[in-house]
């Protein structure tokens, strides 16, 4: 079975500042993990994932994540954020099975101060 | 291409009605999800179904049936509904493979008010 943790519940920045949501995950096997964004009163969308190969993955809207298994992390980074960056962030994780389901992680909102 | 649809958008219930959500999807996928999302909780799995006529329950299925007579549809139904169902409900779909990763789609949700 697999578990997830968000470590932070919200993360106020600047706009323009760095930004960093961490994530830690758990499993005894193999995973693919997934980044979501919610935007106020909206779905879930996926930012970006990481099946396999690089760890260092690229996502819409200039957010990237980097795979550190040793460290069980996949923390999610933008350089630069913007207003409309406001949003609600979810790390997720699912087992390569064919009858594996995602776990979410709580989430991480993120607000974007001028 | 409408992708994940639910309706739907908002209701609101008196204690002991009953109703049913329906979550549609148009991308042919075989997987299909019922998630409850409650504030500082993310998103909990009420019930899956991996393929036409198969049903599943996940981490918070009481209270709560579905049905999956169709492939593209995903009908959540509430028996007699509480105020700890109380919640906004995400339907999502996927179609499962290597390649893809278990990738899930969700709909716009469905914010329900159980007084």
């Known amino acids: 079975a697999q578990s997830v943790t968000q470590l932070d519940s919200q993360v106020p920045v600047f706009e323009e500042a760095p930004v960093e949501l961490r994530c830690n995950y758990s499993?005894?096997?193999?995973?693919?993990l997934f980044w979501y964004v919610q935007y106020p009163n909206q779905g879930l969308q996926l930012l970006l994932k990481?099946?396999?190969?690089?760890?260092l993955v690229k996502g819409i809207n200039g957010f990237e994540a980097e795979f550190n298994k040793s460290q069980t992390s996949f923390h999610l980074r933008k350089p630069s954020v913007h207003i409309s960056d406001t949003a609600e962030y979810f790390c997720?994780?699912?087992?390569?099975?064919?009858?594996?389901?995602?776990?979410f992680g709580s989430g991480t909102r993120l607000s974007i101060r001028p | 291409n409408a992708g994940v649809t639910q309706t739907p958008k908002f209701r609101v219930l008196k204690t002991g009605q009953s109703m049913t959500l329906l979550c549609a999807q148009d991308?042919?996928?075989?997987?299909m999800y019922w998630y409850r999302q409650d504030p500082g909780m993310g998103l909990r799995l009420i019930h899956y179904?991996?393929?036409?006529?198969?049903?599943a329950k996940g981490e918070v299925p009481d209270g709560y049936n579905v049905s999956r007579l169709k492939k593209q549809n995903f009908l959540l139904g509430l028996e007699s509904a509480a105020p700890s169902q109380t919640s906004v409900y995400f339907c999502?779909?996927?179609?499962?493979?290597?390649?893809?990763?278990?990738?899930?789609?969700f709909g716009p949700g469905t914010r329900l008010t159980v007084t």
């Open positions: 499993s005894s096997v193999s995973v693919y």
């Open positions: 999502a779909s996927s179609y499962p493979g290597t390649g893809v990763g278990y990738e899930q789609y």
């Open positions: 179904s991996v393929g036409e006529g198969t049903t």
């Open positions: 990481y099946l396999s190969g690089s760890t």
């Open positions: 997720a994780v699912s087992g390569y099975s064919s009858a594996s389901k995602i776990i």
């Open positions: 991308m042919n996928h075989e997987y």
